[in-house]
């Protein structure tokens, strides 16, 4: 699927420029904890969080995930925000919940990239 | 200064498409005197309108600064020229349809102010002056993106030329065994620049021609071990990185506390971390077991009150070798020789 029909599904707010919107992403992992995505998410995954600090980033750009969604409406401080340009790491923002995102995203085609534990 | 190297088949690759951000930056970082074209082929206002056809016909440019005893009165553009035409009127002088008030841009100035005129004016070109306000250039939307075109195939040429010198450090350094060490000072309590040692190791290792895998699992290897020195050391820590062609060893140190029981340690989900950075999304008690899955071989080693040691290794099957570009089996005949 690509970037710009996630954006779409989950009406969110892009808050990075300029990376490509037609960028290919393989599959979602919702998760707060940043070892969980480190550990659990398979390479190019969509991640949707509630976490919105720095850190964020960091791990997204360790464990080579596509782009960032921040559930309800969370954002990030402008410092986090120039990181993920820097690492040209796409954040959107969303209104909706973890459930609801999920569950928009999965049943649009968008498969999981969490491996069980 | 204009004139760059930028053919008309140029294509933008994938790669290029990634540095689009990088050209919000140049607009900022990029001079209007850099990406001018310079000098400009000018005019006089005594000048009929048919020599004007024929300029712009001959240097193939839409419009030119109108020049006076060295100032600049006026600018006509092909606009100008195509009323005159349609007036039949060719033989009037350049004063008679030139337009009068002109803006002009400073070449100091950077392209984005360029950029901002272009679009509240729609005109298509301005004249460039210097700070005394003599005439030294014209600039036009063209000229902007061929500068910021030739400034991000620069970009991505020393991206590239990183990349193959870094490949080829290995085979251009001659001893009996060369490695290549980082070293990083890691604070205590500094969430702020948490990942940044691990980012740089990461991309170093891309550089010297890691596959995406080996990269991936030593950046998260590293990043788990990165944090733990913020999250739970006294005085911060070293994170050091040695880097072969056959191997990858990463390793912290710091002074303090120590690690009490490490089996407990290593337990998934037990955590001495703080609520505080629980809210960060760490302190889950997954990291050690993380590194352990990421890495070959892990040591760690504690003493409470001395210090904790944590290595990690990462051992490079002969196909994923760094710093060498030879096929596999080049490479066993080369290391064969070396080893006589
Ligand atoms: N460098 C260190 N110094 C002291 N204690 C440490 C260090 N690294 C890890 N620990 C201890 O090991 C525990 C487990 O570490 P880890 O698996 O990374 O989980 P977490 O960091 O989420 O607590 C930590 O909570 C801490 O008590
Ligand atoms: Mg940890």
Known sequence: MELKQIIQLVEGEVLTSGFDINRPVRGGCGADLMSDVLAYIGPGALLLTGLCSAQVVRTAQMADVAAIVFVRGKRPSLDTIALANQERIPLITSAHGMFELCGRLHQAGLHSLETPA | MNEGPIRADRVITDGAAGLITRVEELAYELKIGEVMTSPAKTVTPDMRMSDVLALFRDAKVSGAPVMANGELVGIVSIADLIRALQENNTAAAVSEYMTMQVTTLEAGSPVIEALKLFTATRVGRLPVVDQAGHLVGIITKGDITR?????????????????????????????????????????????????????????????????????????????????????????????????????????????????????????????????????????????????????????????????????????????????????????????????Q
């Open chain 2, 147 to 339: 500068g910021v075109l030739r400034a991000l195939e620069y970009d991505y040429q020393e991206e590239e030329v990183r990349k193959y010198r870094a490949r080829h450090l290995f085979e251009d350094i001659v001893s009996d065994r060369t490695s290549l060490t980082l070293r990083y000072k890691i604070k205590q309590g500094d969430f702020a620049h948490g990942g940044n040692a691990s980012s740089h190791i990461k991309r170093a290792l891309v550089r010297l021609g890691a596959s995406p895998q080996i990269a991936r699992r030593c950046g998260i290897a590293i990043y788990e071990a990165e944090m733990n020195l913020i999250i739970h050391t006294t005085n911060g820590g070293a994170v050091r990185v040695e880097i072969e062609p056959h191997q990858i060893v990463m390793e912290t140190i710091d002074d303090g506390p120590g690690i009490e029981d490490i089996d407990l340690a290593m337990t998934p989900g037990y955590s001495t971390a703080p609520d505080s950075v629980r809210e960060l999304g760490f302190g889950a008690g997954m990291g050690l077991k993380n590194i352990q899955r990421c890495v070959d071989d892990m040591y760690l080693d504690s003493t409470v009150g001395r210090g904790t040691r944590l290595e990690m290794r990462i051992f490079l099957k002969p196909d994923e070798q760094l710093g060498d570009s030879s096929s596999p089996a080049d490479r066993a005949g080369r290391n064969g020789g070396a080893s």
